[in-house]
Structures are given as C-alpha cells and as structure tokens.
C-alpha cells in the first residue's frame, strides 16, 4: 500500500494563494488532487503524469491552479492562485500505479490521503 498525506490548506481571503502538498510512501505513476466541498460530489482537479509531461486540469481552476511534482521527494504540489469562494473544500490527493491516462477519472486512482480543508472567504 502507498500512504499518502496532504498539507497546506488553510483559510485564505478571495484572490489569494495556496500551496498543497503530498508526500507519498511510495513510487507512484500518475496523481492528482480531488475535492468535496458540503454538501456536493467530489471532483476532479488536475492531474500529473508520472515525469511531469503531461497535465490536466478541471476547467473551472484552468490558468489559476498549477500541479506539479518532485519524484525526486516523491511529493505532488497544487499552487492554488485567485482562489474564490466555490473553491472551498476538502482536497484530496490521489495516486495510482497503473499505467494509463485518465486524469480526472477517480477510478484511475487506488491510493487516497485523508484530506485537508480550503476555506476561501469573500
């Protein structure tokens, strides 16, 4: 089993920035960060492939949020910028060693961390 643990959210006001980050226990190929805020599904946010070749991203944080990773430090970043409001939510980093490239597809991944909360307030 890969473990995966997430930092970095916190409570920011609207236009601001922040930097997720996850380190994982393992090698990995692609990851990538979802997110759930109250009371609606989780999603999709973007995706890396295993050397950073390829990325994807939901096209409601496309040109604010950039993923990123380190295999080096076996650690994935999201830098989340302008955040807004319908940003809020718990954002959960994903991993896979499957080959393959479904970027937002939670089905792709099969490891999972715990979560760490944005709250972006207007």
């Known amino acids: 089993q890969v473990q995966l643990v997430e930092s970095g959210g916190g409570s920011v006001q609207a236009g601001g920035s922040l930097r997720l980050s996850c380190v994982s226990s393992?090698?990995?190929?692609?990851m990538g960060w979802f997110r759930q805020a109250p009371g609606k599904e989780r999603e999709g946010v973007a995706a890396?492939?295993?050397?950073?070749?390829?990325?994807d991203y939901a096209d409601s944080v496309k040109g604010r949020f950039i993923v990123s990773r380190d295999n080096a430090k076996k650690t994935l970043y999201l830098q989340m910028n302008s955040l807004k409001p319908e940003d809020t939510a718990i954002y959960y980093c994903?991993?896979?060693?499957?080959?393959?490239?479904?970027?937002?597809?939670?089905?792709?991944?099969?490891?999972w961390g715990q979560g760490t909360q944005v709250t972006v307030s207007s």
């Open positions: 890396i492939s295993t050397s950073s070749v390829t990325t």
């Open positions: 994903a991993a896979t060693r499957r080959e393959g490239w479904s970027p937002l597809r939670s089905g792709k991944y099969n490891y």
């Open positions: 393992g090698v990995t190929l692609s």
